[in-house]
């Protein structure tokens, strides 16, 4: 099973960016597909974007997009997560997932993203 | 508000059985079989337990099973234990624009 280890947490203030980053080991970086998803305080969980990696092909909520970029890097078989123009309801946990259709299989510990 | 409708919370005793629902709509349980449920201990991150259903990934306890009628799915935890003490997420593909969706999640307290 994949590994996933996320970068540390993050304050910004509003309108400002932030980019975070989710380091895969133990598999084939190729043959996944990468979500991020959030958990606001006390909130459940929401999907963000994700990247097909075989392909590098970003897709986004509606909600994120314009706002959020997702690109990964083969050589360091890692994923990032860029959000634009943050906002104080941005405030939450950001996960990173490999996604095999629609489960989140393996997981990140989360990274605190605070606007404030 | 959270697209997946839960329980906020349940309790049980060791050794009981417990159920905690998801519902949605026609536009994601009621139509796809593709019902996630996810176990998070407190500042942990989200594990999967049960995929498309009924399905268990490797190493998930056999404690836990699902099953999906209509609009709504269950998960079902047999035999609790402490360790179960949890927030569980329910979560479905949609028709919406975010292909996913999850419940609010449910408190599992073991008494």
């Known amino acids: 099973q994949v590994q996933l280890v996320q970068s540390g947490a993050e304050v910004r203030k509003p309108g400002s960016s932030v980019k975070i980053s989710c380091k895969a080991s133990g598999g084939s970086f190729r043959s996944h597909a990468m979500s991020w998803l959030r958990q606001a305080p006390g909130q459940g969980i929401e999907w963000v974007g994700g990247?097909?990696?075989?392909?590098?092909?970003?897709n986004y909520a509606q909600k994120f997009q314009g706002r959020v970029t997702i690109t990964a890097d083969e050589s360091t078989a890692t994923v990032f997560m860029e959000m634009a123009g943050l906002r104080y309801e941005d405030t939450a946990i950001y996960f990173c997932?490999?996604?095999?259709?629609?489960?989140?299989?393996?997981w990140g510990q989360g990274t605190q993203i605070t606007v404030s | 508000q959270s697209a997946l409708t839960q329980p906020a919370s349940v309790s049980g005793s060791p050794g009981q059985s417990i159920t905690i629902s998801c519902t949605g709509t026609s536009n994601d349980i009621g139509a796809f079989n593709y019902v996630s449920w996810y176990q998070q201990h407190a500042d942990k991150a989200p594990r999967l337990l049960i995929y498309d259903v009924i399905n268990r990934p490797s190493g998930a306890s056999h404690r836990f099973s699902g099953s999906k009628s209509g609009t709504s799915a269950s998960l079902t935890i047999s035999g609790l234990q402490a360790e179960d003490e949890a927030i569980y997420y329910c979560s479905s593909y949609t028709t919406r624009d975010t292909r996913v969706i999850f419940g609010g999640g449910t408190k599992l307290s073991v008494l």
């Open positions: 990247i097909i990696l075989s392909l590098g092909a970003p």
């Open positions: 997932a490999t996604q095999d259709a629609y489960v989140f299989d393996s």
